[in-house]
């Protein structure tokens, strides 16, 4: 459990209940109110954005909650004011809204938010970042000083890059300069090494039979003659 969502439990007064891992059965409630939407009111259905699935989502709830609950033996919409009669008043301050995480940019200058990646300025690649997001939008901004890097509507399709043009035009020029970089590194490297070719020194070589005459290999060799043989 997270500092952030421990204070927003606080602030709301309410309690955290930690499920034991793999034990399906201790949040089943959760679960088959889950299963309940993604059968009944899913199937069939196509959104345009967030506002566009809470607007249906309401229009379903409408009637959703006025059928006989074989569980509750009532209609939901029947037992509202009992709930909100044991409600609590919400505080006077509004709970954020957001979601926050820090992480370093990638030489791809993208970050991850669910499975979307979303791009961000090149120039703040290899830096720390902090990226917060809520139900509209993502926003990327440097640790420290705050200076914001990426700003991008929050997407919910699966699996999808979000490239901001002003980010792709930026890597593309920052690509150009580190290619022009590395071709002026290496004309002058060539260079440099014919200079240093040309400013060898020429060393004498000598004939090979010099050797073998040094090592009395042949005739002459060693600065004497063979003794005569009589």
Known sequence: ???DF?????????RIYLCRPRDPEAKGLVE???GYLETSFLPGRTFTGSEDFNTQLTAWLAIANRRQH?????????????DRAQMLTLPPVD???????????????????????????PLAIGKKVQVRTDTDEVVVTLTPGGAEVARHPRCWAKQQTITDPVHARAAAL??????????SRALAARQQNTATAADLVEVEQRQLDA????FTL??????????EVS
Do not use: K
Not at 6 to 14: S, V, Y
Not at 174 to 183: E, I, P, T, V
């Open 1 to 3: 459990m997270t500092g």
């Open 6 to 14: 421990a204070a927003f439990a606080g602030l709301l007064a309410t």
């Open 32 to 34: 088959r109110a889950n």
């Open 70 to 82: 074989r569980i509750l033996g009532a209609r939901p919409v029947d037992r509202w004011e009992a």
């Open 95 to 121: 709970p954020p809204r957001w979601w926050r995480f820090a992480t370093r940019i990638g030489r791809d200058h993208y970050v991850r938010v669910d499975t979307c990646d979303y791009s961000v300025h």
């Open 174 to 183: 920052l690509r150009g300069d580190y290619r022009h970089h590395q071709a």
């Open 211 to 214: 050797y073998d005459r040094m």
């Open 218 to 227: 042949i005739e002459g060799g060693g600065g004497q003659d063979e003794p």
